[in-house]
């Protein structure tokens, strides 16, 4: 099994689950008043070669299947390079980031500005969000890093305050954060920025990876949250490779320079790289 595999399974997966297509050949990522959006969306899911039903999805089940069949994309893929990336880890769903160790001091802090309004106007707003998937790691017991050689011994004088040691502390390390974007379509798409900022500036500790996960077809609309740097590390597009020969087909000129302006500019790419960078 490669990534290549677990990738032609990933998109079988959100055809059957996922991507829907109406009775005027609409899919459900193409925004229906868009030209170039509706046949770059029609090429994509052709070159999958898996055919699409008309079947409904509820409002709030679009987004959350999309979750659930990336988390166990990235999952599977990521165990591929448990040999470059050791560990115990754990993926999950929709998890506060005060349940991690870099994190762990908000809930106290939201606690407090919760109570207490002045608090609040000087604090700012929300601090506990909820990451759509969280890729986090277990602390290791002391047997764990003595596996090979004595490296820590009895005595509490050394190493007391390094997170990996579950002796110093009981909480997963967050080495991830994912955000899944259906599509790109209005202005609530760039709390994906604000989510960057508050996990960079309000950590105790590393920074995890923050990226986000899209299958939006218009260049032009990832780059509304592509562009840039400091608050993500990439955009990761669920079918890449499709979209470059989808946006060749249109002849679309604006839409190619975008998103060869993404690609070589180092902000896209594609879902099957997320693994090897999550190893990183």
């Given at each position: ?64 299947q ?40 908000l ?50 004088e ?53 990226v986000?996960?899209?299958?939006e ?28 020969e ?35």
């Amino acid at each position: 099994m490669t990534i290549g595999d677990l990738r032609r399974q990933y998109h079988q997966q959100l055809c059957q689950n996922v991507l829907r297509v109406n009775s005027s050949g609409l899919v459900n990522i193409a925004d229906s008043a868009s030209v170039a959006s509706r046949q770059i969306a029609v090429s994509i899911v052709e070159q999958f070669g898996h055919t699409l039903t008309s079947d409904p999805i509820p409002g709030q089940g679009l987004g959350s299947q999309f979750e659930h069949v990336t988390k166990s994309f990235l999952e599977q893929s990521f165990a591929l390079v448990h040999h470059l990336r050791p560990g115990k880890w754990r993926f999950t769903l929709n998890t506060s980031i005060s349940s991690f160790d870099q994190y762990s001091h908000l809930a106290s802090i939201q606690a407090a500005v919760s109570t207490d309004p002045q608090l609040k106007a000087a604090l700012g707003g929300d601090y506990l969000i909820t990451p759509d998937i969280v890729v986090a790691r277990y602390p290791v017991t002391d047997d764990e890093i003595n596996a090979a050689q004595i490296v820590v011994g009895d005595s509490d004088e050394y190493c007391r305050y390094t997170s990996l040691r579950v002796r110093n502390q009981p909480n997963l390390i967050l080495h991830a954060s994912i955000s899944c974007k259906w599509t790109i379509r209005s202005d609530r798409a760039q709390n994906v920025r604000t989510e960057g900022l508050n996990l960079i500036r309000n950590r105790k500790g590393q920074t995890p990876h923050v990226v986000v996960v899209t299958a939006e077809p218009l260049p032009t609309r990832i780059a509304s949250i592509a562009l840039g740097t400091g608050d993500l590390d990439y955009v990761y597009h669920f079918a890449l490779n499709e979209l470059l020969e989808a946006v060749r087909q249109t002849e679309n000129h604006a839409q190619q320079d975008m998103l060869m302006t993404l690609i070589d500019g180092y902000r896209l790419r594609d879902i099957s790289d997320l693994p090897l960078d999550l190893a990183i």
